[in-house]
């Protein structure tokens, strides 16, 4: 079993729409998640980042945990054509090093 | 904004050559990572540095690869002798600390192997 996994898309929505982007996983131990953005030929950049399950908003961008379920969500209100970008949920594998296991991600495309 | 820098932005190469990729990761950071990203695919842990030596390592990186922080600023990755299954994008990232820290990464290299 992977131990992120998340759907590649592609998703097409118009400006304005609200976004779901989701992950699951599947090691109970993990309890930090981040979202990054990932620009066509850039690196990922930081997006947001949650401890454990609940919810934290940071703008137009929500994320939320569900322990319960391995399953974390990322939300855009108000969606921008400059969200359009591949979205990678993220999770510390452990270790010594707290290296990041990324899910396949998602790309988004926001059409004007 | 301090940033992670990498050169070159793309190297086209043959196979069986070996390529040298460089980064200079954020000046007061402590932690040193590659990941590669072939196209398509999600990104994947390569290997991990934390003073001066490998903390961690990925079953991709095998004896064809090494890294080196030569003089204090530079992290380098090197790939001995390219296969064409080496072509991806390499990412440097540096952290400051080990502990839940965010991870800064560099814009990626584009390796071409031929």
């Known amino acids: 079993q992977k131990e992120v996994e998340q759907d590649p898309g592609p998703l097409s929505v118009p400006e304005g729409a609200i976004v779901s982007l989701n992950c699951t996983y599947s090691?109970?131990?993990?309890?930090?998640f981040m979202w990054y953005r990932q620009y066509s030929r850039k690196g990922p950049e930081l997006l947001m980042y949650?401890?454990?399950?609940g919810n934290k908003e940071d703008g137009r961008f929500t994320a939320q945990v569900d322990k319960s379920s391995k399953y974390i969500s990322l939300f855009i209100r108000d969606s921008q054509p400059s969200d359009s970008a591949t979205y990678l949920c993220a999770t510390p594998g452990g270790g010594a090093t707290n290296k990041l296991i990324f899910g396949t991600g998602t790309l988004l495309a926001v059409q004007p | 904004e301090p940033e992670v820098t990498q050169t070159p932005s793309h190297q086209v190469t043959q196979m069986g050559q070996e390529v040298i990729l460089r980064c200079v990761p954020i000046s007061n950071h402590l932690y040193f990572y590659w990941y590669r990203q072939i196209l398509g695919q999600k990104v994947e842990f390569l290997v991990s540095f934390y003073n001066n030596e490998i903390s961690e390592k990925s079953e991709i990186f095998d004896d064809q690869f090494s890294v080196e922080r030569p003089d204090g600023s530079n992290f380098t990755l090197k790939i001995r002798s390219t296969k064409l299954e080496d072509s991806a994008m390499y990412f440097c990232?540096?952290?400051?600390?080990?502990?839940?820290?965010?991870?800064?990464f560099g814009e990626g290299s584009r390796l071409t192997v031929l």
């Open positions: 090691n109970s131990a993990f309890q930090y």
């Open positions: 990232a540096s952290m400051r600390g080990s502990s839940g820290g965010e991870l800064f």
């Open positions: 949650t401890y454990s399950s």
